[in-house]
């Protein structure tokens, strides 16, 4: 437990792009001492037609996620603007969410890759409460409604979320809790908004599409500190 209360603030660090730059991301991680910890696909929900005007080469996305200190934050997305042009319109996003806690050996590993005293004294000056400027909204639905529930999201500010197959797992008693029958296959719908316009898009898609509708909907929202590729 001590090696935990020394290590530096961590973000999971997640990238949304096409196909087209999966091979760049996993170098970008590399060079940086980040191996890729998972990837995965899902289909974004920007309508075909305009995909050419974004600069998007299909409409399948590439999700990686990786665990890193918040002091390697910076370098990384600086790296991503380089190699990626997430700057521009259309090529993707990359954004951290807070990691409140792992185990101790990742924790050990990046600290010997990133150095324990600039990490504990960035563990110092962070220390405070933090303003998030934007949020990610999950929605897990029974499949078969990305496309209502992105139109009702699109309505309350939103513009597009990415669209992953996931299975719902529980005891029949924990579903009776819910109200919801043991349905396995299920999707998952996520985006990016400001802060600013979240519980209207939560508030949205719950009244449209929640627990007491057919697509059964369960909507969260978990913080966003650091984004780039979101168009203001």
Known sequence: MEEMKKSAPLRMLVTITDTSR?????????????PVAYQLRGIGTVKSEILKIMGLSDNVRILTFAVVPRS??????GRMSQ???????????????PVNGT????ARRLNERFGEETMEKENTQTSG?????????????????????????????????????????????????LGISLQEEQEMITLIV???????????????WGIRSE??????????????????
């Open 129 to 177: 409460k933090k303003e998030y400027e934007n949020a990610m909204v999950l929605i897990i639905a029974n499949q078969g409604y990305n496309s209502e529930i992105m139109a009702a999201a699109r309505e309350a500010g939103a513009y597009g979320g990415t669209v992953m197959k996931c299975r719902r797992q529980g005891t029949e008693k924990a579903m009776n809790f």
């Open 103 to 106: 185990q101790t050996f990742l």
């Open 83 to 97: 190699e990626l042009k997430l700057k521009d319109r259309g090529t993707g996003i990359a954004f951290t969410i």
């Open 72 to 77: 390697a934050v910076s370098a990384v997305f």
């Open 22 to 34: 999966q091979k760049i991301i996993e170098k970008v991680l590399e060079e940086a001492g980040l």
């Open 215 to 232: 697509a059964k909907a369960v909507v969260v929202s978990l913080p966003v500190d650091e984004v780039m590729g979101i168009q203001k």
């Open 194 to 208: 400001p802060k600013e316009i979240k519980h209207d898009v939560m508030q949205a898609v719950t009244e449209k």
